[in-house]
């Protein structure tokens, strides 16, 4: 398959596909080692930035994803971070504030991670699956069972093409901590976002309350099984 035949293998790390950067996304360098890390704001208000995969990737292929997720700032922070897969080019970028730095991307499936609640939203700390760039409506939503802001965290989200099922999974990095699944939604990637290939990768974004907003450790695998 030429897709995520983009990527690397998991097994090789350091994990660096090329990557197309948008607002206030930058690449920087984890202290101590060579793990690259997208950070999607900076702790400035009012930031959206996005970080695209630069090959658009096959949606009619199933695939498996993670990376861990690190949102801090003061004692609250805001927005919040998605995983998005989109058809509209490795510029995408939506809106800051609840918009997540998507919204307005409309041919899109986003999976957001969102640390403050604005009016549509369960509470500040949830994840969600959004369509067509409106983080107003959620096809599917759940409080997290762990806190998103303030420690970093692992996601897994393994897409199925064949069943048409996108789950999303979250763990602490404490230790002992359990992987658990948030969302399974049912989707297809390829008809939602009206392309066979699309690309794939995170936005972010804050508003009158600020984080900074990393992502590191990602990796896009075909699922083992
Ligand atoms: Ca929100």
């Known amino acids: 398959m030429n897709s995520p035949g983009a990527f690397a293998a998991d097994t090789e790390p350091p994990y660096n596909p090329p990557l197309s950067l948008n607002g206030t996304a930058s690449l920087m360098w984890r202290a101590g080692d060579d793990e690259r890390v997208i950070r999607l704001t900076d702790g400035g208000y009012r ?14 292929e199933s695939f498996e994803t993670r990376f861990t997720a690190h949102l801090r700032s003061g004692k609250t922070g805001a927005d919040g971070i998605a995983f998005v897969a989109q058809g509209q080019g490795p510029r995408a970028l939506g809106g800051w504030g609840g918009g997540l730095g998507y919204r307005g991307i409309r041919n899109s499936v986003a999976v957001e991670f969102d640390i403050y609640q604005n009016q549509p939203d369960p509470s500040g700390n949830h994840l969600a699956v959004s369509f067509s760039g409106n983080p107003d409506r959620h096809s599917s939503a759940a409080e997290s069972s762990i806190p998103l802001y303030g420690k970093p965290f692992q996601v897994r989200v393994r897409y199925d093409a064949d069943n048409w099922r996108l789950q999303v999974h979250v763990r602490a990095l404490t230790p002992g901590a359990t992987e ?12 939602r976002i009206g392309t ?14 600020t984080a900074r907003q990393d992502i ?6 075909t699922p083992q099984e």
């Open 47 to 60: 930031q959206a930035g996005s970080a695209w995969s630069t090959q658009p990737v096959d949606l009619t």
């Open 180 to 191: 658990e699944l948030m969302l399974d939604q049912e989707v297809s990637l390829s008809d």
């Open 196 to 209: 066979t290939s699309g690309w794939i990768g995170f936005t972010g974004s804050t508003g009158h309350l």
């Open 216 to 221: 590191y450790e990602w990796t896009v695998a």
